[in-house]
């Protein structure tokens, strides 16, 4: 009997009790300041809430929106986040691939800028399909649940780990008919929202809302208040960064009932004040806030209009292709400044588990068809056409990095070894494997403190590549500025660039016109553009900083590729992302995620350069990861190294002497056929084996590379040469 009389109390005073917490929520405290509200009443509002709407209308401040504020004019904005909660639909998956196609094609090369995030949440079992199906879309998939525990005997349960591993960027968590159909509390809700956190960048949907009865009961604030306090409970500010509240009305979910947009601009100003409360009134003022409730084609224009309605979350429209790209247009962000725009979010994911300790340098072929990356302290160079297997060749030295060497081969390659420049077929013929690489011509810097690093091929047809401090975090050369930028030009010169000396060269990479290259010393993690000299014998010139590293993100910039229409992707490592940045403002445009630490480097690649190969490193990652671009995102053709601007074949002739020979005879090891003249290789030998390396080429190039004695000396004819044939020799191999 006592406790029915006290639930009557409670309903008696409730109304009263609201009032006054309305009142102060309408009336926040100085230090946040509020602008003037949209003038807008309806017959759905409760009639006491009408009467405390606008209380004094000189004075009204129910919405929470400042257009004094940076964040009115286009900073920190929040871009609109529409979801799609299948629930338990379709029945079969058939159904569900069909739906996700349709979707797909609706989405795909029909983006722009200014459309919001989209999320769809398909049942477990229809996961990994719809990543897959949607890739390339720009639409992220989430999971409706997970389960209170990380792993064991828990039978019928779902990881949060689990989630993310498949590529699932969202859990839902809190939904009404969780909550009243499976009885889940506050507190389980809670407990799973940090199990989400524990899990990198994947992000949280939480529903909170009211039923019928506290609705018309006046208690809307009050079960909001207590579901977002208990949900968000032992959080921390920066986690707030990865949750959305999603307000929907219980007696507006599945009914055809629909609350006004003035009903949910109220309600999502009382939500922004409570998170204020737990966070400050900045990070309330960034934090999305969907409405979900019978959300329709018809009704997410007035909605979206609202100030605080940031998107919504669809239920049934979410089941028809048509309808849901319908809403999701609705959705178009109501601010247009696109200075401080939130980035665009994608996650890569694994495409060969080679566990690489350092995968680096990927590079895709257009002729070839085929991606080549290296591992460099494995001393392994890779190759897949991404349709068989694939395979990779051991050469016996550390690697900095690989480029494309213009040849009629397949697989032909230019390796910046540890100790030389090396040439390279990756031929499929497993034949070929024992072949190995042929030395093309001497570093710079022949000095065990550096080794060369990062490189691209300029427009022109010529390898850029910096070198790397190996001892630049401890040793003999810690925080020394030792390395220098360097140009292997077509005559196998080395030019250098650059006028000073740094640690760690990364983030090399040239727009479409080459005129620009980028560069960054990864400790500084600052990126910087130089005008670039065409020309032979140039240096740069024109420095200026492009992006700074912001400070609360971790690690440091790495290889780097830019795209078609001029954003450099950077490859973070230390901080599980490859971020997009417009050269041109430092903004971040896109992210993409990856569910291991330190990415390495990144390139273009696939039949129509649309996808984004990303190498990594141990001790978590490794492997070899790839997204689909959406936006109509594409990449350029890759350069190939030249010999003297043609694609004049380097021919390489061993010798090796296996009995001494008199002192300083002349030894005719072979004859090569010039178009105007005969040349002679000619050893002075003093009785020892000399392995040697001739490369030839048109107009000059040629470099000469005594392996064990200086006594050796090769004469050779400057002009382009073509085997014709071998003369005597005792040994020639």
């Known amino acids: 009997m006592r406790t029915s009389l006290t639930s009557r109390v409670h309903l008696f005073l409730a109304p009263f009790i609201l009032v006054l917490d309305a009142t102060a929520f309408l009336y926040p405290a100085p230090t946040i300041a509020l602008s003037r509200p949209l003038v807008r009443t309806s017959s759905h509002i409760p009639t006491f809430i009408q009467s405390i709407n606008h209380p004094r209308p000189e004075e009204d401040t129910s919405i929470w929106y400042d257009d004094s504020s940076s964040f009115a004019n286009g900073v920190n904005r929040r871009t609109p986040i529409i979801a799609g909660n299948w629930k338990l639909n379709p029945a079969t998956l058939p159904e569900a691939v069909n739906l996700l196609k349709l979707i797909s094609s609706n989405f795909m090369y029909h983006r722009n800028d200014d459309m919001p995030e989209v999320v769809v949440f398909p049942p477990f079992p229809y996961l990994a399909t719809a990543i897959s199906e949607l890739e390339g879309t720009g639409i992220k998939v989430g999971a409706q649940n997970i389960g209170l525990e990380t792993k064991g005997a828990f039978t019928g349960e779902v990881a949060a780990s689990m989630i993310r591993s498949l590529g699932c960027d969202y859990v839902m ?65 920066m986690d707030l960064e990865r949750i959305v509240i999603a307000y929907e009305p219980v007696w507006a979910i599945g009914t055809g009932k629909v609350a006004s947009p003035e009903q949910a601009q109220i309600a999502h100003v009382a ?19 969907q409405y979900g409730g019978s959300v329709t084609p018809d009704s997410i224009d007035e909605l979206m209009a609202m100030p605080d309605v940031d998107g919504a979350l669809v239920g049934g429209a979410s089941l028809l292709a048509d309808s849901f790209t319908r809403i999701t247009d609705g959705g178009v962000s109501r601010l247009t400044t696109t200075s401080q725009r939130r980035p665009k979010e994608l996650t890569a994911r694994e495409c060969v588990s080679t566990t690489n300790v350092l995968g680096e340098s990927p590079i895709w072929s257009v002729r070839d068809k085929c991606l080549y990356w290296i591992s460099a302290p494995e001393e392994e160079v890779w190759a897949w056409n991404l349709k068989d297997a694939p395979y990779r060749r051991l050469l016996g030295t550390m690697i900095g ?62 390898l850029v590549f910096g070198m790397y401090n190996n001892y630049h975090r401890a040793g003999a050369s810690a925080g020394e500025n030792n390395a220098g930028l360097y140009r292997l030009n077509s005559k196998l010169e080395v030019e250098s660039l650059l006028d000073y000396k740094y640690r760690v060269s990364n983030c090399i990479c040239f727009p479409r016109d080459g005129n620009i290259v980028y560069f960054c010393d990864t400790p500084t993690r600052k990126v910087y553009a130089f005008d670039y000299p065409k020309e032979d014998g140039g240096q740069l010139t024109n420095r200026r900083l492009v992006w700074t590293v912001p400070p609360n993100l971790p690690g440091g910039p790495d290889g780097a590729q830019v795209d078609a229409d001029g954003f450099i ?54 492997g070899l990861y790839r997204v689909k671009m959406p936006f109509g995102i594409k990449g350029l053709p890759e350069p190939e190294f030249r010999v003297n601007g043609n694609s004049a074949r380097i021919l390489h002739v061993f010798v090796v002497h296996s009995e001494p020979l008199l002192k300083d005879e002349e030894f005719l090891c072979c004859t090569l056929i010039t178009k105007l003249r005969v040349a002679l290789i000619t050893i002075m030998s003093d009785g020892w084996s000399y392995p040697l390396l001739a490369s030839f080429g048109r107009d000059c190039a040629r470099r000469i590379i005594p392996i064990q004695n200086e006594n050796v000396t090769l004469f050779c004819d400057h002009l382009h040469l073509a085997i014709d044939g071998l003369g005597p020799s005792r040994n020639i191999l």
């Not at 009629?408 to 190995?436: C, P, W, Y």
């Not at 940045?581 to 569910?595: A, E, F, N, Q, R």
């Open 173 to 237: 968590l809190g939904h009404s008919e969780r909550r009243s159909v499976y009885i889940e509390s506050d507190s389980d809700i809670n407990a799973k929202v940090h199990l989400c956190m524990e899990q990198p960048n994947l992000n949280v949907i939480l529903c909170v809302g009211e039923t019928e009865e506290e609705y018309e009961n006046g208690l809307l604030r009050s079960v909001v208040d207590l579901q977002i306090k208990k949900g968000l409970m032992g959080l921390k500010l």
């Open 271 to 289: 939500i922004r004040q409570i998170l204020a409360e737990l966070f400050g009134p900045d990070a309330a003022r960034q934090c999305r806030i």
């Open 401 to 462: 990095c690989i480029a494309l060497q213009e040849s009629r081969e397949i697989g032909s390659l230019v390796v910046a070894g540890e100790r030389a420049f090396l040439q390279m077929n990756m031929s499929h013929n497993t034949k070929d494997f024992a072949s190995g690489a042929k030395i093309l011509c001497e570093r710079p810097e022949q000095t065990l403190a550096t080794r060369p690093n990062d490189g691209r091929v300029d427009r022109q047809g010529r």
């Open 569 to 622: 992707w950077i490859a973070m490592s230390g901080a599980g992302r490859v971020v997009r940045v417009d050269p041109s403002t430092g903004h971040i445009d896109s992210v993409v995620h990856l569910p291991v630490a330190s990415p390495t480097s990144c390139t273009f690649g696939g039949e129509d350069l649309d996808e984004l190969f990303i190498t990594t490193r141990g001790p978590d990652g490794g």
